[in-house]
Every structure is written in structure tokens, then in C-alpha cells.
């Protein structure tokens, strides 16, 4: 595995951190979660990782930090600035005594700024880099996309690739890091093609009135007679005709002419309302329309391309992407395959047995209890 080797020290916060995490666990390396209590029920993202819970702010709960954090390659924080400095365990410290540790941090508003210290959450963050003025119907006021703009595509990948590049870059230096991470400008730039690309014909209207943001009506989701839906994205002037043969659409229907926007909704919510999703779904599977059903998410397992890809894995009582991209010589494999090693967290600690009963009677130190050592 790509990562196999490199040690990640996790303190533990919402969701962002714990899959950054994921990532670089779920490709080769061995994370040490650093939580505030042992069992974590808001955390679903821990399969494979190590597990303790310190006292951070006594001077030997931060002494352990540091004993690991000498190790490690890498450090992931999710605190307001300043917290970790409180504690002793900022990255001046701690990238003095390794200098080789990429120290990342991962926040709403980055490490400096106005903003900076104040709290938010993913729907402040997609607000505050400008793309949650680009998502909503028309007429309609802006809508997150849940929490998956901020929270995750703009801060746990975004925060994952800044780690690969400062480990890549360190394999040439020998350095190590900071990795300042803010979940506004990893929306931002995740959204660079939509900044970008203004001027192209696909914009020039208000929120909701263009070809992608569900303006056309070529390009949305239609129920059908079973309650589901199928997704229609057949922009293409030859996707198009396909669509229009297999529903029977007039051949005076106009794909982009603002004048038959609404004529076009209308005939594609009657004719999908014709048939089952299962129907449609059967009518389309040999055609490039790019017309595909929207699967529930608890049956998405269930479709033949993913089945025949194994693009999902049950763990527990749910079902969950397998790790992407794939890696023709070093795949990611799913974290739940490896065991949690404690041991080999202990060893780490170098831990005289009594020292280790000390801190664990004291409560600075709490493992899991079936840690074996």
C-alpha cells in the first residue's frame, strides 16, 4: 500500500478530521486516534485505527503527545488556532523536536484572518468562499449540498492532498511542514472550474437558470411511478435525440431554448411518471443517453456495475464506499480488514509497566478495553 509505514497521529474532532484520517489509513498508514473519550459515538469513521484518550491538559497526558508525536509523520489537528499552543503541543514544539513531522491543520477559516478564530460549520464555510451563492433552484434561496462541500471535499481531501504533497516533497528534503488547510478555500478551489468558467455559454443567468444548476430541463432528476427517480443529463445534441426517441418528445422541442424550458419539464414529468424506475432503467441500459437511475444509498451496492467493480463493503449494519481512486500496484484496501494493533501503541509509548499503570490508574491514559499488551 502506498502509505504502508507512515504514522499519523489524529486528534479527534467532527467529522473533516476523522476522514482525513480515513484516507491515509484506508492507503497504507497506521493512525492513532487521540480522543476525548474512549468510546465516540459520533465518530463512525475509526475502523482500523488505534485508539487512546489523554488528559491533554495535564503536563504528562501532553508528554505522551510528544513521545508520539516524535515518531510520527504526520499530525492532524482540527482545533481553533491557538488551542494546540495552549497545550504545548503546537507545531513550534512539536517540529522542533521532528523536524520531519508534517503538522497538519485542518480548520473552517484557516490558521489567520479575522475569521480565524470563530467557529462555524460546513453550510458558513460553503458561504463564505462563494459557491453556496452558485447552488439552489431558481426563485428558490441557496442550498448546501449537506455537508459535503466544507466539511469533506474542501477540507478532509483537500487536508489529505496537502499531506501527500508535504510527504512527497519531504522524500526530497527531508522536512517536514505545516499543512494549513481551511475548509473555505478548499471550497473554493474545489469549485475553481465554476469561478472560472463564467464566461462560457453554460452561465450568463441567475442561480437556477442555467444548463447546469437546473435551468434545462435535459438536465435534472424526474420521479417516477414508483416514487423513485431517474437523473437526465443529456446535454449533448446527441444524447439528446436518443432521449427524445425513447420518450417520444415533438421534434419542434427545443433543447436550450429559454421559451421551451418549461414544455420540456412538463413532457419529461409525464412520460417518466409513465413507467417503474426498474422500466426505465431497462429501456436506457443500452443506450448512451446519459439518462441512469438515482440509487438509494442503501441499495447501491445492489447495481451490477458496482457489484462487478465491488465498489462497496458492508461494515456493520451499513454499507460503504470502498477506497478510491484505485491503484493498479498499491490499492487502498477497507480499514475494517486490519486489526487494531495496541500493542504496537504501547511499544511506541516506551512505557515502563508501572509507569503504564500509573497514567492508566490516574486516568491521563485510557485505552480500549480490549487493548492487549
Known amino acids: ?75 492532524i489537528e482540527p482545533f481553533r ?23 497538519a491543520r485542518l480548520t473552517g477559516f484557516g490558521q489567520h484572518g479575522r475569521l480565524a478564530p470563530r467557529a462555524g460549520h460546513d453550510i458558513n464555510y460553503a458561504a463564505m468562499s462563494g459557491v453556496l451563492s452558485m447552488l439552489g433552484r431558481r426563485t428558490e434561496k441557496p442550498t448546501a449540498p449537506i455537508n459535503l462541500l466544507a466539511d469533506f471535499a474542501g477540507g ?6 496537502g499531506i501527500c504533497l508535504a510527504l512527497l516533497e519531504r522524500h526530497n528534503s527531508g522536512r517536514g511542514q505545516v499543512v494549513d488547510s481551511s475548509m473555505v478555500e ?19 443567468h441567475e442561480r437556477g437558470s442555467n ?6 430541463y435535459c438536465y435534472d432528476t424526474y420521479e417516477t411511478k414508483d416514487g423513485l427517480f431517474m437523473s437526465v443529463g443529456a446535454l449533448e445534441p446527441q444524447f439528446f435525440e436518443v432521449l427524445r426517441g425513447c420518450l417520444n418528445l415533438p421534434e419542434d422541442l427545443s433543447q436550450f431554448a429559454p421559451n421551451d ?12 411518471l409513465t413507467k417503474t424506475q426498474a422500466e426505465w432503467s431497462q429501456i436506457f441500459e443500452d443506450l448512451d443517453a446519459c439518462v441512469y437511475p438515482v440509487l438509494d444509498y442503501r441499495e447501491v451496492h445492489k447495481h451490477d456495475h458496482n457489484q462487478a467493480r465491488d465498489s462497496f463493503e458492508g ?25 487494531n494493533k495496541q500493542l504496537e501503541l504501547i511499544d511506541e509509548l516506551e512505557l515502563e509497566a508501572g509507569e503504564l499503570k500509573e497514567l ?6 485510557n485505552l480500549p478495553k480490549n487493548a492487549k499488551f
Open 211 to 216: 444548463f447546469l444548476d437546473g435551468g434545462a
Open 81 to 103: 488556532p491557538g488551542v494546540m499552543e495552549k497545550l504545548n503541543l503546537g507545531p513550534a514544539q512539536l517540529c522542533a523536536e521532528n523536524p520531519r513531522l508534517i503538522y
Open 315 to 339: 461494515i456493520g449494519d451499513v454499507v460503504a464506499p470502498r477506497p478510491a481512486p484505485r491503484l493498479s500496484r498499491t490499492p487502498g484496501k477497507p480499514t475494517q480488514e486490519r486489526d
Open 186 to 204: 478548499g471550497a473554493a478551489y474545489v469549485a475553481s472550474w465554476l469561478f472560472m468558467s463564467r464566461n462560457l455559454p453554460v452561465w450568463g
Open 261 to 272: 424550458q418549461e414544455r420540456g419539464r412538463r413532457l419529461l414529468t409525464e412520460a417518466f
Open 1 to 75: 500500500m502506498p502509505l504502508k509505514g507512515i504514522k499519523v497521529l489524529e486528534f479527534v474532532g467532527l467529522a473533516p478530521g476523522p476522514l482525513c484520517g480515513k484516507i491515509l489509513n484506508d492507503f497504507g498508514a497506521t493512525v492513532t486516534r487521540i480522543d476525548k473519550i474512549l468510546d465516540n459515538p459520533l465518530d463512525v469513521l475509526q475502523q482500523g485505527k488505534r485508539t487512546m484518550s489523554l488528559d491533554l491538559k495535564n503536563p504528562k497526558g501532553q508528554a505522551l503527545v510528544r513521545r508520539l508525536a516524535s515518531k510520527c509523520d504526520v499530525l
Open 156 to 161: 478532509s481531501v483537500m487536508c489529505a492532498l
Open 360 to 365: 492508566l490508574d490516574s486516568g491521563v491514559l
